[in-house]
T-cell receptor, first 114, second 113 residues
Framework: EDKVVQSPLSLVVHEGDTVTLNCSYEVTNFRSLLWYKQEKKAPTFLFMLTSSGIEKKSGRLSSILDKKELFSILNITATQTGDSAVYLCAAVLNYGGSQGNLIFGKGTKLSVKP | DAGVIQSPRHEVTEMGQEVTLRCKPISGHDYLFWYRQTMMRGLELLIYFNNNVPIDDSGMPEDRFSAKMPNASFSTLKIQPSEPRDSAVYFC???????????FGPGTRLTVL
């Protein structure tokens, strides 16, 4: 069965800390990996990763994909309280698969304390 | 653009009732997705459409669930009859050219008593 596993499930840090969120996947016909940030409402898109070893950056956030080891990490440097959210990763498949085209992990809940 | 619009935002109903959730995707987007999110199962893809045609409905839990997209600007997800285990937040999302970068609506929080 296709699956995406995120770790840790939750994380509490202080402002200014750097955090690394992990996402591993075991899926057939892998196409891309997506990262989303979900605050109180809907997920918002952060990154799409398709190629191994190429870092994507957006401000204090960065992410990289390792297609050999089947994982991705999301780094957040100099964390702020506004970074508090659930971070979701999702594997996009080339074909429908048994669970559809997109498989999400359960998320990592990040809490940044002032 | 107003983004993806969903209605209602909250619905509370009794077991056995029919529930209809509505979604208006971002104008011009070719793909529309319906998701369900619960604490236990996380975010699950139920069904997605491309150019109004259902492409993959393998995530739809059972025959009580049905989804339609009669035109490019409107989709519905119907549950009939509803059960307490259907209680969840239902998200609709749309994307422009591919399933990759999806924009989510605010969600509908459904409670079935």
């Amino acid at each position: 069965e296709d699956k995406v596993v995120q770790s840790p499930l939750s994380l509490v840090v202080h402002e200014g800390d750097t955090v690394t969120l992990n996402c591993s996947y075991e899926v057939t016909n892998f196409r891309s990996l997506l990262w989303y940030k979900q605050e109180k409402k809907a997920p918002t898109f952060l990154f799409m990763l398709t190629s191994s070893g190429i870092e994507k950056k957006s401000g204090r956030l960065s992410s990289i994909l390792d297609k050999k080891e089947l994982f991705s990490i999301l780094n957040i440097t100099a964390t702020q309280t506004g970074d508090s959210a659930v971070y979701l990763c999702a594997a996009v498949l080339n074909y429908g698969g048994s669970q559809g085209n997109l498989i999400f992990g359960k998320g990592t809940k990040l809490s940044v304390k002032p | 653009d107003a983004g993806v619009i969903q209605s209602p935002r909250h619905e509370v109903t009794e077991m056995g009732q029919e529930v209809t959730l509505r979604c208006k995707p971002i104008s011009g987007h070719d793909y529309l997705f319906w998701y369900r999110q619960t604490m236990m199962r996380g975010l699950e893809l139920l069904i997605y459409f491309n150019n109004n045609v259902p492409i993959d409905d393998s995530g739809m839990p059972e025959d009580r669930f049905s989804a339609k997209m009669p035109n490019a600007s409107f989709s519905t997800l119907k549950i009939q009859p509803s059960e307490p285990r259907d209680s969840a937040v239902y998200f609709c999302a749309s994307s422009l050219y591919s399933p990759l970068e999806q924009f989510f609506g605010p969600g509908t929080r459904l409670t079935v008593l």
